[in-house]
């Protein structure tokens, strides 16, 4: 595990001849050739129209950072705390399912990175590697992501078989109730496990790297799950609800963190019943067409809770500019997505440690520009709401 340090390394120089990504829309565009299109679209996709998915970057897009000068800034440091640890910078890994469709191994190498880099990683009930290895590569940053599939009791046992392999955060998601349908998904017969027709094939033989490396190390699945438990994606996961939560609460010793909330009045409600930590996220925009962007919600949220409950925050992060604007409107803690899965389809293992150097540079030299030297000296008088305008680029998360 990384230590803090009030003087972050510095990133990391590529080998000579490694392709070098700026940014994280190099690394999307890179992972558009690369993947099959169903697989592409399933990791960039989202529900309806991509309105949420389209507003989540529009609404960090449309907040403006007011640098501070002449300030004392030598000795900054990303370092944060969050629920009693201290941790090297203000971010970590959302949990994402079936993250081995972006490349094979993908899991491991987020895992590997958590290790190195002392940050969280969520790991998904629907992960492509289990949750036990997944503890173990990441040197104990992982946190398990609990749906309430196949029943309150099959969720319960699942929550006892991550504590038995010492996870010690558990993060509930509550905003899937029902799976939405997404239209590119829709179009292009993507189900899991995977069902291949002429169309599917003629789409891999396009992209014979990822294919054969695929089919090489064996097709991704739910690792979590086996014979008649196999996890069922369109599954109602409705069993999430209050009484669910207080049972959760009663059962689980550990942290315990409520994803995919956006509505003030829940966040108090979920703050009484005992929750640790509140995640704020509108789930990329992959569960409801018609919410609003998630970073509009946050600082609402962030009032009625006071200035010391923890949150989390996701949906449109992608650069460490956006993680310093999510602290700023009140998250104490951003996670990363499908960003993460874009630098691993785009060059592996050596792309995610260029992706997440680019994430602590671009933080770090904001954090000073503000005048700060500190994730915890930020908040509102740092932000210039401008009226927001749809990205000009083309990707919807």
Sequence with gaps: MQSPSSNPAKP?????????????????????????????????????????????????????LLPRVLQPTEGASLATDFLGQTLAQPWGIAPMGMCNLAWHGA?????????????????????????????????????????????????????????????????????????????????????????????????FALHPTWSLSTLWAGVPRTANFSGQSAFDRYASRAGANWEF???????????????????PQDALRIRDAGADAIYVSNHGGRQLDSAPGAIEQLSPIRAALGPDYPLLFDSGIRSG???????????????????????IAAGGAQALDQYLDAVQESALTALV??????????????????????????ESL
């Design 12 to 64: 990391k120089p590529a080998r000579s001849g490694a392709q070098r990504f700026a940014d994280a829309a190099d690394t999307r565009a890179i992972a558009q050739r690369r993947l099959p299109r169903m697989v592409f679209d399933y990791i960039d996709g989202a529900a309806g129209r991509e309105t949420a998915a389209k507003a989540n970057l529009a609404g960090l897009d449309g907040l403006r």
């Design 107 to 203: 899991d491991t190498m987020l895992a590997r990175a958590a290790s190195q880099r002392g940050m969280p990683l969520g790991v998904s009930t629907a992960a492509s590697t289990n949750l036990e290895t997944l503890h173990r590569l990441s040197a104990g940053q992982a946190w398990f992501q609990l749906y309430v599939t196949g029943g309150t009791e099959a969720a319960l046992a699942l929550a006892d078989r991550a504590a038995q392999a010492g996870y010690r955060h558990l993060i509930l998601t509550v905003d899937v109730p029902k799976v939405a349908p997404r239209p590119r998904d829709v179009r292009n017969g993507f189900a899991m496990p995977l069902r291949l027709g002429p169309a599917q094939y003629w789409d």
């Design 245 to 263: 939560l207080d049972r959760l609460r009663a059962h689980w010793r550990g942290h315990l963190i409520v994803k995919g909330v956006l509505h």
């Design 321 to 343: 500019e956006d993680v310093v604007k999510a602290l700023a409107c009140g998250a104490n803690l951003v996670m990363l997505g499908r960003a993460a899965l874009y630098a």
């Design 369 to 394: 520009q503000l005048g700060v030297r500190s994730p915890a000296a930020l908040g509102p008088q740092f932000l210039v709401q401008t009226p927001a305008h749809p990205p000009q680029h083309q």
